[in-house]
């Protein structure tokens, strides 16, 4: 028998919101709405979360980008530093939305586990 639903202490909720905040804010990104159980994924509107919900146990991790949502697994996560690693790399999609995977993208998480701080995100005007 498996536990569906682990209760979660009201500190660590606090503590991994106060550090999505610090994070949201060097990003230039609005705070994201936090999900910390599949349960509460599978909570939300369906159309919140569409394309990862029954399959979200199986990341660390999820970004809704459009919806200003992340999915932080603390099931999975196992240390401070995992959850650390986790909350940049998803604050990272909502920075950059059209970035994927690669290194690009390693690097930018890299920088912001060290602090670095993105000006806001802006859509590329062209140059007449
Ligand atoms: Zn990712």
Redesign the pocket.
Known sequence: MTLDYVKLDPDLRLGICEKVGIYAKRFSIPEPKILLTTREVLDMPREMTEGARTSAYKYLGL?YNRQNLIFLNIRKISDEKDLENTIV?ELI?QRFPYLS?GKRFSKLVRQGLRGKNFPPYQKRKLID
Do not use: D, F, N, V
């Open positions: 970004s790399h999609h995977h």
